[in-house]
């Protein structure tokens, strides 16, 4: 696991679980990138999406109930695989 999901963790491991966890992503504006990212959340989520000002990308903040700090950190890792995402 990287250093900064290390850090996370720790921060998250702080808090009490479940608990309602607001995921934001950076990722380049077109719908395959977007569809994938969005999949991976419940239908249940709170998404909200912005474009930036050239339209070339989009951010994504996610509120969703998360049971604990492993399945946080677990939903990170899989968009890390998404090539051009950057996580805030």
């Known amino acids: ?3 900064t999901l290390n850090k996370l963790k720790e921060q998250l491991e702080l808090q009490e679980w479940p608990n309602v966890y607001l ?3 950076i990722a380049p504006n077109d719908s395959e990138t ?23 990308y989009v951010s994504i903040s996610a509120k ?12 990170y ?12």
């Open 1 to 3: 696991m990287s250093d």
């Open 23 to 25: 995921f934001k992503f």
């Open 34 to 56: 977007v569809a994938i990212i969005t999949a991976l959340f419940d239908d249940g989520t709170d998404l909200k999406y912005n474009k930036s000002k050239t339209g070339k």
């Open 64 to 75: 969703e109930l998360m049971i604990d700090v492993d399945s946080i950190i677990a939903k």
């Open 77 to 88: 890792k899989r968009v890390s695989e998404i090539k051009g995402v950057i996580a805030l």
